[in-house]
């Protein structure tokens, strides 16, 4: 396929008209969260709507896959208020530019596919979690601040608030069954904002956020000394954003391949990662990545192309150039209404059927990555720590697998048929099922159904050696497979193993 088809995916059909709406539906529900997670970072409110465009932009023409909305996430920035807090913007953008370095050298060596080693419980985990994370965040607009103080709405305004979410999130519902020409959610919002201003209802708007108005995103090089000592201050917030960006984008990817059925480029969308966090620290953004509330929001209203991620930016542009007088006026409820509805379609609402069909130790590693996620906000943390908790029940229950078949032949040598996988948790079990002491004077060890995995399992197997040459007795191993021998031979500066 030539690159300029598969650049804007011309050589599918395309629906302009959902995609365009698409895109103009994520454009409004990306602004208010941009906007905040700026805010909460003690940033400039304008370099979370640079993030969204740049992030927005870049990676809808040079992404891993269409359909994925990539934006100034709240996941990347909260990994950078401490240093933002510590010593400035300066070093923020400068950490930004070299997470996306980091992240473009991820995609280059091809080592985004490592996003396969996440099971199914963690991922189950990872998207309820951020499901309740996305939900929660829309209390805060309940909220209003009174002398320097966040309280909760009461009275009049708790109502009119509480009513237009409400009507929001009745015609997201409704809105389907009658007509899926325009999106739920972007009609939803038109049919808010109309009543609002028609009725002049006194409601919080984006305005109550921050100022929506600027210029195009203005080239700029972080001020502050090109020394290692800078370098070893943005380094580890670098390091950490980089990879949190990944993890929640490649998360994201997988996720959109199970709902469109379509396959991604994990690495493709490293680089363009990558590339868009960098623009993002020399043109004053806070940086970002995919956002999987906003790919939900331009997937739920049909879109599978590139175009709507592009339309998405383009108008988050526009609005920061022209149309910020009446973006600014829109009613917060209508963009809560469509998150919450967000967030009730992202929880994984089949783990509640199939829960007494997991095993219980994938039902306790989902729950714990949802906690994580929730309590701490930390995708990165939430996703490892599920990943080496299965891995360490998938050892010990492989541990347990090693068996071994016994039995004498004609010429009295005795035979220790082994199945399963010798490896570090393993080993003991592997050592326990010889009996040296009563064993005849030729064994043989046949691992035509095992195979040596690591150094320890190489350890073991001289270990056995020299038990059965202190015992005066000869050991064979057999049908050993090429990689086993490549280790037992790569090591033999180290130890001595008899190979038949």
């Not at 302009?16 to 990306?30: N, Q, R």
């Not at 006026?329 to 992202?346: D, E, F, N």
Request: glycine content about 8%.
């Amino acid at each position: 396929m030539k690159a300029t088809l598969n650049l804007f995916d011309f050589s599918k059909k395309i629906d302009y008209k959902i995609e365009i709406l698409a895109g103009l539906t994520v454009a409004m529900t990306m602004m208010p969260e941009s906007l905040s997670f700026a805010i909460l970072a003690g940033l400039p409110p304008l370099s979370g709507l640079y993030a969204a465009f740049i992030m927005g932009l870049v990676t809808a023409i040079f992404g891993g896959r269409p359909g994925l909305i990539s934006g100034g996430a709240g996941a990347t920035v909260v990994v950078l208020i401490a240093l933002m807090q510590s010593h400035g913007i300066e070093y923020v953008f400068a950490a930004v530019a070299v997470a996306g370095v980091f992240q473009i050298s991820i995609g280059l060596f091809k080592l985004g596919k490592f996003i396969r080693l996440v099971p199914q419980p963690v991922m189950f985990g990872f998207v309820n979690g951020l499901a309740i994370i996305i939900f929660t965040a829309q209390l805060q607009q309940f909220k209003t601040t009174v002398n320097g103080e966040m309280v909760w709405l009461s009275g009049t305004a708790l109502y009119t608030m509480a009513g237009l979410v409400a009507l929001t999130i009745a015609i997201v519902f409704v809105w389907p069954k009658i007509t899926k020409v325009v999106p739920a959610s972007l009609m939803a919002i038109i049919i808010v904002f109309a009543l609002v201003i028609g009725f002049q209802i006194d409601t919080k708007t984006v305005k109550d956020i921050a100022s929506v108005s600027g210029g195009f995103p203005p080239f700029h090089i972080p001020k502050l000394p090109f020394t290692l000592e800078t370098l070893r201050i943005i380094l580890p917030y670098a390091l950490i954003m980089g990879a949190v960006g990944l993890t929640e984008g490649l998360l994201t990817l997988n996720l959109v391949d199970e709902i469109t059925e379509t396959r991604g480029n994990g690495n493709r969308e490293c680089i363009a990662q990558g590339t868009a966090n960098i623009l993002n620290g020399f043109f004053f953004g806070m940086g970002g990545c995919p956002m999987i509330a906003q790919t939900l929001v331009n997937l739920s209203a049909g879109a599978r192309a590139r175009l709507s991620g592009i339309i998405a930016a383009l108008t988050i542009l526009m609005i920061i150039l022209f149309g910020a007088p009446l973006i600014e006026k829109v009613p917060m409820a209508a963009l809560t209404g469509v998150m919450i509805m967000v967030a009730i379609g992202t929880f994984e609402w089949m783990s509640f059927k199939v829960i007494n069909k997991m095993p219980k130790q994938d039902i306790v590693i989902g729950i714990l990555v949802a906690l994580i996620t929730v309590w701490l906000h930390n995708l990165a943390l939430a996703v490892l720590v599920g990943v080496i908790i299965s891995a360490l029940v998938f050892a010990w229950d492989s541990a347990k697998r090693i068996r071994a078949r016994k039995f004498i032949d004609a010429q009295g040598a005795k035979h220790y048929e082994l199945y399963g996988p010798l490896f570090f948790g393993s080993v003991t079990h592997f050592m326990e099922k010889f009996d040296i002491a009563d064993d005849p004077n030729e064994v043989i060890v046949d691992f035509k159904d095992s195979r040596i995995a690591d150094m320890s399992a190489i350890d073991a197997v001289n270990k056995l050696t020299e038990k059965y040459r202190k015992a005066g007795k000869k050991l064979h191993l057999v049908h050993l497979s090429a990689d086993c021998k490549m280790l037992l031979q790569n090591a033999e500066d180290i130890i001595e193993v008899n190979i038949r």
